[in-house]
């Protein structure tokens, strides 16, 4: 479904990525662990066309689209909830929902995806005249989700989406996202917290300084050595 | 004297404020305080005599004056926002990653330009604005108030809560706010950002535009200087309320030209426009947010 093949992108004189390559197959599941500053946000940018790639090419169903703009790329399916959340902060809960409908006309289908998002997540319904800068992290990281799947994509990134929550908010977020993959949509999930990424992840790579060194089954990644070591903390 | 002060106050606050949005709308967005703006207004008025010499000349001034007044300003809102559009597209879009002194010496160059290019085009010397409007006065609590100020108000209160309410409501009004407060972010949603920041400086000018086109009507003369003046009170306006809240550059808009009328009034008409200055550096020292920035208006980032 989405493919990544030898990408290079710079931060400024930084080499942030040197030569990264992945697949994420459809319907699965694929992870991307790793230890901070390796890349991995780096990555997702470069997939949404933040990221102006300087060599290599991203494939979309075999469509090339690293040189298309963020916009272009949320048309193609592809949406990411990112590193921090990244809600509107004035805007209200229901504002951000919409926002995250920005590209779509059908004014029916978008009323009955809000339903569904506030479904998935009631307390968004509660809080939907409220503004985004006064929910709790929790409620924020909840919301991010919510506001990218108001874009229907097909493939869905998240980044980190379980950092600074309490365990109870990530166990609820993670019920969510395996509803969501069960009804079909592709995931590819950045994790530090690589017990849970491992756990709920069908493919798994492993990042350091820009390059992938590792790519696997969750199950041959947790019994390596090196892993069990550096992200396992075993 | 009061009532009168405060009538002559009202209308300048209408056409400060106009301009005050557009610099406010700008700063919300990029950050950028847009030096070329005032420029804008002037070349709106500009255009008003254009479209006035030519609507005259086919006489739909005497036959129609309801649509002669109707493309005395819309032409000259559909010149600026174009004017407004190719400002950001040369002077501004390629300095996007710049440090933030490029585009603001970018903006002094192209407000420099704008001038010169207007005294080569059109002259340097005073350019009558003619009279289209003949309205009568009338006395209200000892104030004299002619039609021409009543029409100045309500057209610029009309446009000011059109654009309140477009912002709120409509799809692309959340987009600039979602842009303003997360521009990346508001790219991963999908929204088109140069799209969106080429519309913001079209909607500031148009609104410069109507200005321009007010005060041409209000005092009868321009000249190619009326934009730096104009631009630098509006720019006051805009951070005495808060630069990046629109309600704060209608607010700040109609303050500083209150304080000023009144100035004028009772202290001194010939220091009006250093006191207007004084009032700017008042607020940069005591109130640097100004009155409602830092609250959460909606155009603010965090």
């Known amino acids: 479904m989405l493919e990544l093949r030898d990408i290079h992108f710079y931060y400024g004189h930084i080499h942030a990525l040197q030569g990264v390559s992945m697949e994420v197959r459809p319907g699965q599941v694929v992870c991307l662990i790793g230890s901070n500053g390796a890349g991995k946000s780096s990555t997702l940018m470069a997939i949404c066309g933040v990221n102006a790639v300087a060599r290599g090419e991203i494939l979309l169903e075999g469509e090339a689209i690293h040189a298309r703009e963020p916009d272009e790329i949320v048309k193609r399916g592809i949406c990411q909830v990112p590193e921090g959340r990244r809600i509107f902060p004035h805007l209200t809960v229901l504002e951000n929902l919409e926002m995250g409908a920005f590209l779509r006309n059908d004014a029916s289908g978008v009323k009955e995806d809000l339903d569904y998002v506030c479904s998935l997540f009631p307390v968004l319904h509660e809080r939907r005249a409220q503004r985004g800068g006064t929910l709790s992290g929790g409620e924020q990281q909840m919301l991010a989700i919510a506001r990218a799947l108001m874009s229907r994509p097909r493939l869905l990134l998240l980044d980190e989406p379980s950092l600074g929550l309490a365990p109870r908010i990530i166990e609820t977020i993670f019920e969510v996202l395996a509803r969501i993959r069960d009804e079909g949509t592709g995931i590819f999930l950045v994790e530090q917290n690589a017990h849970l990424a491992l756990n709920f992840s069908d493919w798994a790579y492993v990042m350091e300084t820009g390059r992938i060194i590792m790519g696997d089954e969750p199950g041959v990644l947790r019994d390596s050595p090196a892993v069990r070591e550096a992200y396992l903390g075993e | 004297m009061f009532a009168q002060q405060l009538v002559n106050g009202l209308v300048v606050g209408a056409v400060y404020a106009l301009i005050a949005l557009g610099y406010t709308l700008v700063y919300g967005i990029l950050q950028l305080i847009n030096f070329a703006h005032g420029e804008i207004y002037m070349i709106g008025a500009y255009v008003g005599i254009a479209v006035l010499a030519v609507l005259g000349t086919m006489g739909l001034t005497q036959t129609s004056l309801a649509l002669s007044i109707v493309l005395v300003f819309l032409i000259p809102m559909i010149y600026c926002a174009a004017y407004g559009i190719t400002l950001e597209r040369v002077a501004y879009r390629p300095l996007r990653g710049a440090p933030r002194l490029s585009p603001l010496i970018s903006a002094i160059g192209m407000s420099l330009f704008l001038q010169n290019y207007v005294q080569v085009v059109q002259g340097a010397r005073d350019k009558a604005f003619p009279n289209l409007l ?169």
């Open chain 2, 134 to 302: 003949e309205l009568g006065s009338f006395q209200l609590f000892g104030a004299y108030v002619n039609g021409l100020q009543i029409f100045i108000l309500v057209l610029a209160v009309g446009l000011m809560a059109a654009l309140q309410l477009f912002i709120k409501k409509t799809k692309l009004g959340k987009a600039m706010r979602a842009t303003a407060q997360d521009r990346t972010m508001a790219s991963l949603v999908g929204v088109n950002v140069n799209r969106v920041i080429a519309f913001t400086f079209a909607i500031g000018s148009v609104m410069a535009a109507v200005a321009g086109v007010m005060v041409g009507m209000y005092y009868g003369i321009v000249n190619h200087h009326i934009g730096f003046v104009a631009g630098m009170k509006a720019f006051t306006a805009a951070v005495l309320g808060g630069i990046g809240n629109v309600t704060g550059a209608l607010l700040g808009g109609f303050l500083l030209a209150l304080l000023e009328s009144f100035w004028a009034g009772y202290v001194s008409a010939v220091y009006k426009d250093i006191f207007a200055f004084m009032v700017l550096v008042v607020v940069l020292i005591f109130r640097p947010e100004g009155i409602l920035g830092g609250s959460g208006g909606e155009a603010d980032r965090t």
